[in-house]
């Protein structure tokens, strides 16, 4: 049940319908591991399925090429599926650059080997046949990448880039591109080499509010015909923090409790079993895990953190905590813990821990495995 992305989805599918020119036609989400991107996107590529357009969806993994994908896959597919309607071939009139394309016209050029500069050559190509097919049929192609925080930076995000400044930008063809990752892809799509992508809108994904997370755990016991105790509801909801991993967890492991009792209504105590359980889960599973992962440094840095508990810290509490005298000698263990995505810079100054609860276990000598307290209202967003 996907819960307080109706603004997003509503915003996202007007601007597919509208066309190339309006200005969230091509964007990008991102937020913390958990907050529900892959989710979203997934729910974008199926609305729009069902509206008759075709999709293409991708993930960037280490050793994976994706402009390889799409032009060896998914790109020769839409292609087919699009001129086959009319039974005919790909419009003849498409021009294709010739050698090197408009693309490897930018500085990463140089570093690119014959073998790729061919497949920039055939992405332009066949980008620009897929637009044409799609405007003469009065239809529209979405091509998603999530952890697009993860992309090639040395070829395929700067031949992307250029590709589709030139076929949804220059030439107006219905090519649309959603991508979604971690809060670093704000920074990885920028530079001279990607100006289309760094002028893209980049939403952020934060924590759900309240009504939202209710309708999260009420919608799929709903639909089987269990019915939710308003206490319960309440618990796992002020439990949940909004965080969207832990509304799943939580509810499946309340479930599962009233299930093994043999209920038919989710009730108090199966929620507070459930609660139990779910912390167990995210302190074996996800936080103990991620915290022996880093240098003895990092964790002394997470333990002077853990003191907020989950509310984030200044960057001036941390330094006399840490026994430091200035902030610029514990400034690379925060650039460090960022870069690992275990915690999240909150302004100015402040950090908070990426992961709900992870301070209230901390402080709690690794007892506890959720939020304390609910999150501010700030980062839950509203529903």
Do not use: N
């Not at 309607?85 to 570093?111: F, K, M, T």
């Not at 001036?316 to 960022?338: E, I």
């Amino acid at each position: 049940m996907l819960a307080g992305r109706d603004q997003q989805l509503h915003d996202a599918l007007a601007a597919l319908e509208a066309g190339p020119r309006h200005p969230l036609f091509s964007h990008a989400y991102h937020g913390d591991r958990g907050c529900g991107k892959t989710v979203l996107l997934d729910a974008l590529a199926a609305r729009s399925r069902a509206r008759g357009w075709h999709t293409v969806e991708l993930a960037c993994r280490a050793g994976t090429g994706l402009v390889e994908a799409l032009v060896e896959l998914h790109l020769p597919t839409v292609l087919r599926a699009l001129t086959r309607r009319r039974g005919r071939r790909a419009s003849s009139e498409v021009r294709a650059s010739v050698g090197i394309p408009s693309v490897a016209q930018v500085s990463a050029a140089a570093r690119w080997d014959a073998a790729e500069r061919g497949r920039g050559v055939e992405l332009e190509r066949l980008l620009g046949e897929v637009g044409a097919a799609a405007a003469r049929e009065r239809t529209r192609v979405l091509i998603t990448v999530d952890e697009l925080h993860a992309i090639d930076r040395r070829f395929d995000l700067p031949t992307l880039a250029g590709t589709l400044q030139l076929v949804t930008q220059r030439r107006g063809l219905p090519v649309a591109f959603v991508g979604a990752g971690l809060p670093e892809v704000v920074h990885v799509l920028s530079g001279p080499d990607v100006t289309f992508l760094e002028r893209l809108r980049k939403f952020e994904l934060g924590h759900l509010g309240t009504d939202a997370t209710r309708y999260a755990l009420l919608a799929p016991a709903q639909a089987a015909g269990v019915t939710f105790d308003l206490d319960a509801l309440e618990r796992l909801t002020e439990a949940s923090a909004g965080y969207p991993y832990y509304v799943q967890l939580l509810g499946w492991e309340t479930w599962a409790a009233a299930a093994a009792a043999g209920a038919t209504r989710l009730q108090d105590v199966h929620a507070r079993r459930g609660v139990q359980a779910a912390a167990r889960v995210v302190a074996e599973q996800v936080l103990a895990p991620r915290f022996r992962r880093l240098a003895p440094r990092e964790q002394a840095y997470l333990r002077a953190m853990a003191v907020d508990g989950d509310a984030g810290s200044t960057t001036a509490d941390l330094v006399a905590r840490l026994g430091a005298t200035r902030a610029s000698d514990v400034s690379y263990l925060r650039d460090r813990l960022l870069a690992k995505h275990v915690i999240r810079a909150e302004g100015r100054g402040r950090v908070a821990f990426a992961v709900p609860g992870m301070g209230a276990w901390l402080a709690s000598g690794g007892r506890a495995g959720l939020p304390a307290a609910p999150v501010s209202r700030r980062r839950r967003g509203e529903d």
